[in-house]
């Protein structure tokens, strides 16, 4: 009998990498997974879930890169996700094993975390990282000695040279993770009888266990009422002073972390000053620091419009060549005008973003790479406090100049919740790449190309929205640091890493998968409402529609070509008027005629409630629809030769063009944004006052500015 | 005794006790403990925040925060 082949059995796993901020763990999270990480979510919460599977020997691994912390005991939204995944409150995420990342130049807070891991009874192994670092300030470990003391694995890398990496790997494939003896002595935490009621109650391992239940259960969701209330009873019979204890325990910690250190770690004073520290006489000098802020925001600024200005006009003028191209080889038809009309458009109103987002992000994420955000953030804070924002506050409100999605999820290392609601609410009004391509556009009808000295003249202005934005942003601040009020007090503890010289693969794993996210996040959105639009532009109630293109005069037989072409467009207009998209726009005509708009302008701005960039492929849309696709004019030009039917004037002359581009300033014009803002203030509430503020606010200042100007 | 925002540049500080409140967990977490020693290093214009040097990393501070560490200095 032939021998029947088994295909070795293949065991999947979960690991979850975690450590302090700037340990390197996103550098080893990268170099293990590659571009093969993916983004989620955690259930309830917008934290990006990063994770990716990969082949570990003869296992499948999923590692989870969990967000950095110094302790499980969260100060912040980002760290309570490290808490729930690894006191396994999240079922769909429980970690099989921990890989704890420690920097090996400060053990001892590394191993303040790591120690609590151990208590937890999770199996784990430790990676001592930045191994340069440590060699360069003297210090020498002796992963030998720790293995003894900690009974945890213990390897030593650099992920950044790609030392170590290999060691990593073997620990996955061979499962090489330890479940330690607990480090403290839990005793000395919560009296025995009050341990042994709530490990028997709930089913738990041990006795550190049940004390993180104490510190947490209050506030954790999944817990029934009946616990919560049992817990209550129990805890205050047994008159335990939780905070006392935490006070102690974290002395204890520190202090027999000491002692382990005290065997495996040798210090020897160089008596070298560390680059960081001279560089930081610079960069945070009182007045070249902020100079150098300036310089660098104004550099990165300069950089992503000079670059990405000749990709953005060569995906522009292709979308447009392919649409002619398509409508010369389809048959003519319906579906052929769908293509050429509703959807090549909308596509290319999603990619000509690409540039300036992934220049955007890759500039964020040097920033934040090379440790000179926090720098920022000490540098900024007491002049942001005045406005009810904190030091903090800048990360998200400069990650809002590319798109106040990932601005918002930033806030979550803002531990303080009043300081981190104001940064939610007033964020959205950074002036977004989103709303780029459609100052780009009115700036380019409503400003001619001129110079002023050195300076062009469009440059300034577009200049000035993204100033106008900062000073919104600031305004409303203030009013609503007036109009809050919250008991919790506002602080700040913020670490400055190191700098270092930017991991240019990291920068570019970044910016690559958050391009992605974003534009397949707003691309959908995008594309459905291309499609939907271009329905509603092509079709109409028919009586209206014949009524409309009956009151047309036809031309007398013999009529020269260009009275049929004017014939012709009389008719698309009509048609279009007519359409039920046409029938919307005029129907809220009324509410924004004091602003300048037309219906066609209208119904941009109904669309644009979703995303503000569909703007642009609305208006290339409403412009295409019965044009002739074969000119192969960019949408600039077809909006600039608009022309009002009855006056005769240019649709898009100053004065409206002005009021429309202050409208998108300051309009809530984002699902996605109000989606965000959703979850991570867990309610509808502060989401819904967002929309009315902004819009309110668009309205009014649109408004004034056209009444201005006309 | 002195609290830490007091500390001149160049002086080296030992942590004498860290005040209780709110913020005395996160604090200790991070490292500020009972007899560590810590420097400053740079104000930020209008003296607040404050970056301390504590063991081999560096810790941004506002002075309400820094008022919560009291420490003795060394000669």
């Keep these: ?710 | 005794m002195r609290t830490a925002d007091q500390i001149h540049i160049g002086e080296r500080a030992t942590i004498h006790r860290i005040v209780p409140s709110e913020l005395s967990l996160h604090l200790m977490e991070m490292g500020f403990l009972p007899g560590k020693e810590m420097s400053l290093l740079h104000r930020a214009p209008l003296r607040d925040p404050i970056a301390f040097r504590l063991e081999n990393t560096v810790i941004a501070l506002r002075k309400a925060e820094a008022q919560l560490i009291e420490v003795s200095l060394e000669k």
């Design chain 1, 1 to 710: 009998m032939p021998e029947v082949l088994t295909p070795p059995r293949q065991s999947t796993f979960t690991v979850a990498l975690v450590g302090n901020p700037n340990v390197g763990k996103t550098t080893i999270f990268n170099r293990l997974t590659g571009l093969r990480q993916k983004v989620g979510n955690y259930p309830g919460v917008t934290v990006d879930k990063r994770f990716a599977t990969i082949k570990a020997g003869e296992h499948e691994a999923t590692i989870i890169d969990l967000p950095g912390t110094y302790s499980i005991y969260p100060n912040s939204e980002d760290e309570v996700i490290v808490h729930r995944v690894l006191n396994g409150l999240d079922s769909s995420n429980k970690p099989d094993f921990v890989l704890a990342v420690v920097d090996m130049s400060n053990m001892e807070r590394g191993l303040f975390l790591v120690t609590q891991i151990m208590d937890m009874g999770l199996p784990l192994a430790i990676i001592l990282n930045m191994s340069d670092t440590a060699e360069e300030q003297g210090v020498k470990v002796k992963s030998h000695a720790l293995y003894q003391s900690l009974g945890v694995p213990v390897l030593q890398t650099n992920a950044r040279s790609n030392q170590g990496l290999e060691g990593i790997l073997e620990v996955l494939s061979k499962k090489m993770f330890e479940k330690p003896e607990g480090f403290l002595a839990s005793t000395d935490l919560l009296p025995a009888s009050l341990s042994e009621k709530i490990q028997q109650r709930f089913d738990l391992d041990n006795q550190y266990q049940a004390y993180q239940l104490v510190r947490f259960y209050e506030n954790e969701p999944t817990l029934s009422e009946e616990h919560r209330n049992w817990l209550q009873t129990e805890i205050e019979a047994a008159k335990y002073n939780l905070q006392a204890t935490q006070l102690e325990e974290t002395q204890y910690r520190y202090r027999a972390i000491q002692g382990v250190l005290d065997k495996a770690v040798t210090k020897t004073d160089l008596g070298r000053k560390r680059l960081t520290d001279k560089l930081d006489k610079i960069f945070l000098h009182k007045i070249g620091g902020y100079a150098i802020f300036l310089t660098i925001m104004l550099v990165i600024f300069q950089a992503v419009f000079a670059w990405s200005a000749m990709p953005m006009d060569l995906i522009d003028g292709f979308f447009a060549s392919m649409s002619a191209r398509a409508a010369g080889l389809l048959p003519p038809g319906v579906l052929t005008d769908l293509i050429t009309e509703g959807i090549i458009p909308g596509i290319g109103g999603i990619v000509i973003f690409i540039p300036q987002i992934a220049l955007l992000f890759a500039f964020l994420g040097i920033l934040e790479d090379t440790g000179y955000m926090s720098r920022v953030v000490f540098l900024m804070d007491r002049i942001m406090r005045p406005f009810g924002l904190n030091g903090k506050s800048v990360v998200p409100l400069i990650s809002g100049i590319a798109c106040a999605i990932p601005g918002i999820m930033a806030t979550r290392n803002i531990g303080n919740w009043k300081d981190r609601l104001i940064t939610i609410m007033v964020t959205p009004l950074m002036s977004c790449s989103a709303r780029l391509p459609v100052y780009v556009i009115l700036i380019g009808i409503a400003i001619p190309e001129s110079y002023i000295g050195p300076f062009n003249l469009q440059a300034v202005a577009l200049l000035g929205m993204y100033l106008l934005g900062i000073v919104a942003v600031l305004f409303t601040s203030w009013i609503l640091k007036l109009i809050l009020h919250f008991k919790e007090k506002s602080y700040l503890v913020v670490e400055m890493p190191m700098y270092r010289l930017p991991r240019w693969k990291d920068v570019l794993i970044t910016m690559y998968s958050k391009s992605k996210t974003f534009v397949l996040e707003a691309g959908k959105v995008i594309l459905a409402i291309s499609i939907v639009l271009w329905v509603l532009a092509s079709y109409g109630p028919s009586s209206a529609r014949e009524e409309a293109i009956a009151k047309v005069e036809s031309p007398a037989a013999g009529a020269t070509d260009e009275q049929l072409t004017t014939y012709e467009n009389q008719i698309a207009s009509a048609e279009l008027e007519s359409s039920y998209i046409g029938i919307m726009g005029h129907f809220i005509e009324p509410a924004i005629r004091p602003l300048g708009y037309d219906w066609k302008i209208g119904i941009a701005l109904i669309t644009s409630f979703a995303a503000r960039e569909v703007f642009v492929s609305t208006m290339a849309t409403l412009y295409s629809v019965g044009a002739d696709v074969e000119d192969e004019l960019t949408i600039q030009e077809k909006l600039n030769s608009e022309v009002n039917p009855e006056t005769g004037n240019k649709v898009f002359n100053l004065a409206t063009a002005f009021s429309l581009i202050v409208f998108y300033a300051f309009a809530m014009q984002c699902m996605s944004t109000l989606a965000v803002v959703y979850r991570e203030t867990k309610g509808w509430k502060w989401p819904v006052i967002q929309t009315v503020y902004m819009t309110a606010l668009a309205y009014v200042s649109a408004w004034v500015v056209y009444q201005i100007l006309s």
